[in-house]
């Protein structure tokens, strides 16, 4: 039996987006001086403090978004270059150089007028949330509690405490803030998700904080809710929490090492345990009742056979695994370590591919969604090897009929919100 070619930046001529995608992350992105963006295209920080860059969309029908990595030192030396492009009859647009040569044509997309709007209190809706890909993203309530002192025992990878003190992120948002910004991206971009994150709180409380945010989230926009927040304490929590009419809840345990996980995320570590995710994941699937489950790991900050192993549990338990590439932030403890290579990340992703499609778990199903921050199981296919993507066919088919059947949902919902909202 011969061994599969592995994917390739171009295949038959044709680019490989999900390929590309993974490089970009893996090695960032240089911008010739000639290139002229327009305001509010230039990179920026993203919530939570885990990216960057510079918001591109690749060719074809797969709409493939990528946030690539820009501002970092590793990307200073990347082979590939945003350069001006001449279109048909000198039209003027961008495309991608790899070691100087045509790659692509690229979409830099423009940045969505709301932003620039305010809310009724006068707030940014830039402050409030981001468009990541074609969803926004909010971050909701006060800075993770890893970040204050005494301790400020950070997660050595995230600057979402920068983020709030340059100004780019509000903590000082209110339920009517967030449902009129997400209001505002549904009526211009026509958004159908809303993904809601918030970190650690001492205090607690919360179910007090975004039962009643998911509540008016759904019932006065129509749009899919996503959730995710530190782990809760127990599976009556979640059953709760499922109530509200959220579709998605994810939870972020980062690193499937347990030393490794206390390394990176001490705050984390402390607060909540490795364990407590795992628990937390199970309540989820079991019990919570919600459209999917995801648990998030950050791949190139432990071994793959780790993050591998993570991928296998997830899996095996019913959940969907996310896997956020590392970026080395600046600002970050972790600003000068390299990022991982996609030679060795492209196997990973080709093998949460094969498990997560022969397991049919419901991925892929919420129309509208393409993220830009990390690549999502529809794109791991292209790191497969060309000969093995066309296998999995009845599971395939069963997930191409369960997303048919979603979007008829979803549209039910937009139409009929209060109806569809909570129970």
């Known amino acids: 039996m011969s061994v599969a070619e592995p994917a390739a930046r171009v295949e038959n001529g044709r680019l490989n987006p999900g390929y590309v995608k993974l490089d970009l992350f893996c ?17 920026v920080r993203m919530r939570s403090g885990l990216g960057s860059g510079l918001e591109l969309r690749l060719p074809g029908a797969d709409r493939v978004h990528v946030n690539a990595p ?17 279109r048909g009859r000198g039209s003027p647009g961008l495309a991608l150089e790899h070691e100087g040569r045509f790659l692509t044509e690229v979409l830099v997309p423009p940045r969505p007028r709301f932003l620039d709007r305010r809310t009724s209190r006068g707030r940014p809706m830039g402050s409030i949330g981001v468009i990541q890909g074609t969803y ?10 890893n970040w204050k002192a005494p301790e400020r025992d950070i997660c050595r ?23 009129e910004t997400a209001l505002a991206a549904r009526d211009e971009l026509g958004i159908t998700f809303v993904h809601v994150n918030g970190g650690f709180d001492d205090r607690g409380a919360y179910l007090e904080r975004y039962v009643p945010l998911v509540r008016a989230l759904r019932r006065r926009t129509g749009l899919l809710v996503g959730l995710q927040i530190p782990p809760l304490p127990s599976a009556s929590a ?11 809840v994810s939870l972020c ?8 996980f206390c390394d990176v995320c001490p705050g984390k570590a402390r607060r909540s345990p490795l364990s407590s995710f795992r628990e937390a994941l199970g309540w989820c699937v079991r019990d919570g009742g919600f459209d999917t489950v995801n648990g998030e790991l950050i791949a190139g900050l432990e071994s793959v056979e780790s993050s591998r192993a993570a991928v296998d549990w997830l899996v095996d338990l ?3 695994p996310t896997i956020c590439v590392f970026r080395p932030v600046l600002g970050t403890p972790l600003e000068g370590q390299e990022p991982p290579s996609t030679e060795a990340l492209a196997p990973l992703f080709a093998h949460a591919w094969h498990r997560t499609i022969a397991r049919g778990l419901p991925v892929g199903i919420a129309p509208g969604i393409h993220v830009s921050i990390v690549l999502t199981p529809e794109e791991w296919r292209w790191l497969v090897p060309p000969a093995e993507r066309q296998r999995h066919r009845l599971p395939r088919l069963r997930l191409a009929a ?15 919100p209060r109806q569809y909202g909570v129970g």
């Open 27 to 43: 090695r960032g992105l240089r911008i010739d001086p000639a290139v002229q963006l327009a305001d509010g295209q230039q990179p």
């Open 70 to 86: 820009v501002l970092e030192t590793f990307a200073q030396r990347s082979p590939y270059v945003l350069v001006p492009f001449a």
């Open 136 to 145: 926004l993203g909010v971050y909701f309530g006060p800075t993770c509690s």
């Open 157 to 179: 990878f995230c600057s979402v405490g920068d983020n709030v003190a340059s100004g780019d992120e509000s903590t000082d948002k209110t339920i009517e803030d967030v449902v």
């Open 238 to 248: 979640y059953e709760e929490l499922a109530r509200t009419g959220v579709e998605n």
């Open 253 to 260: 345990f980062e690193l499937w090492d347990e030393d490794r």
């Open 318 to 320: 019913g959940a969907i």
């Open 402 to 416: 369960l997303r048919a059947a979603y979007r008829t949902l979803h549209r039910a919902r937009r139409v009929m």
